[in-house]
Nanobody, 114 residues
């Protein structure tokens, strides 16, 4: 089973940026490589994906423009750049093999202060 290790989270002020990383034991780790997040008391929400077969990338309409996902095959790493962070972005972020968070790692915490 592929191992995924997320990193790069932290505490930032509103308007700041973070770059999250997902190091994988195999890469690509799935046909669809997702970033998902989960805020306390809320369900898992997908925030981006890359289709490893055709390079297709998408984001939910509500996040498009602030979230950017990319990949580095040589480093076996998936990235998520988050700009103009808002308090509602506070959540634990995971890379995963599906939109519901299947196969995710331990996650990395993002906390945005107002």
């Amino acid at each position: 089973q592929v191992q995924l290790v997320e990193s790069g989270g932290g505490l930032v002020h509103t308007g700041g940026s973070l770059r999250l990383a997902c190091a994988a034991s195999e890469f690509p780790f799935a046909t669809w490589m997702y970033w998902v997040r989960q805020a306390p008391g809320k369900e898992i929400e997908w925030v981006s994906y890359i289709n490893s077969a055709n390079g297709g990338i998408d984001y939910p309409d509500s996040l498009r423009g602030r979230f950017t996902t990319s990949r580095d095959d040589a480093e076996k790493t998936l990235y998520l750049q988050i700009d103009s962070l808002k308090p509602e972005d506070t959540a634990r972020y995971y890379c995963a093999t599906s939109s519901d968070g299947a196969g995710r790692g331990q996650g990395t915490q993002v906390t945005v202060s107002s």
